[in-house]
T-cell receptor, first 113, second 116 residues
Framework: AQSVTQLDSQVPVFEEAPVELRCNYS??????LFWYVQYPNQGLQLLLK??????LVKGINGFEAEFNKSQTSFHLRKPSVHISDTAEYFC???????????FGAGTRLFVKA | DADVTQTPRNRITKTGKRIMLECSQT?????MYWYRQDPGLGLRLIYY???????NKGEISDGYSVSRQAQAKFSLSLESAIPNQTALYFC???????????????FGPGTRLTVL
């Protein structure tokens, strides 16, 4: 069965600093990978997705992620964070056949002034 | 207007009560899902439906039931609520199998349920 591991449950960072949120997945087949963001008191929304092609994927709000097949990772990065980036971030993978999505446990990003 | 709506947004109930959470969508998607979110556990799938005649259990379906009344409506019921069902519940839709070949999820705003 596929699984998703987010290596950090909380990441505090100062405003304008770079950030990386780590995600590893387990799968023996090709996958589609996603990052979702959940702002306080809201539902999740898609930040970016990897389907195929270029391993560097750009998303909304200046975020990007890099797919690394050999390391089965899909880490999320932003070169300079803002206070408004404070949210919970979920890495997710389409399971085989695309019947459902497997979510990681989430990483809470705190951006401090 | 929101594409995926959930009612109620907040609910406090007592142990043993029957509760229904409702979800409606205007996205025209066939696939609908119910998840619960608990701190540190991420989202766990309760039930999912690929069309009005197709209902499937997820990883944590015990204590829950669902009804797919129409393509646009998917309800989650707790037949006899218990305190460990206190959580944030999300409905989601997907166009996988329709216009999309991947399972991007579109989420409602969530229902915060507290069982006393």
């Amino acid at each position: 069965a596929q699984s998703v591991t987010q290596l950090d449950s909380q990441v505090p960072v100062f405003e304008e600093a770079p950030v990386e949120l780590r995600c590893n997945y387990s799968s023996s087949v090709s996958v589609y990978l996603f990052w979702y963001v959940q702002y306080p008191n809201q539902g999740l929304q898609l930040l970016l997705k990897y389907l195929s092609g270029s391993t560097l994927v750009k998303g909304i709000n200046g975020f990007e992620a890099e797919f690394n097949k050999s390391q089965t990772s899909f880490h999320l990065r932003k070169p300079s964070v803002h206070i408004s980036d404070t949210a919970e971030y979920f890495c997710a993978v389409d399971d085989t056949g695309g019947f459902k999505t497997i979510f990681g446990a989430g990483t809470r990003l705190f951006v401090k002034a | 207007d929101a594409d995926v709506t959930q009612t109620p947004r907040n609910r406090i109930t007592k142990t043993g009560k029957r509760i229904m959470l409702e979800c409606s969508q205007t996205k025209g998607h066939d696939r609908m899902y119910w998840y619960r979110q608990d701190p540190g556990l991420g989202l766990r799938l309760i039930y999912y439906s690929f069309d009005v005649k197709d209902i499937n259990k997820g990883e944590i379906s015990d204590g829950y039931s669902v009804s797919r009344q129409a393509q646009a409506k998917f309800s989650l019921s707790l037949e006899s609520a218990i305190p460990n069902q206190t959580a944030l519940y999300f409905c989601a839709t997907s166009d996988r199998g329709g216009r999309a070949y991947y399972n991007e999820q579109f989420f409602g705003p969530g229902t915060r349920l507290t069982v006393l």
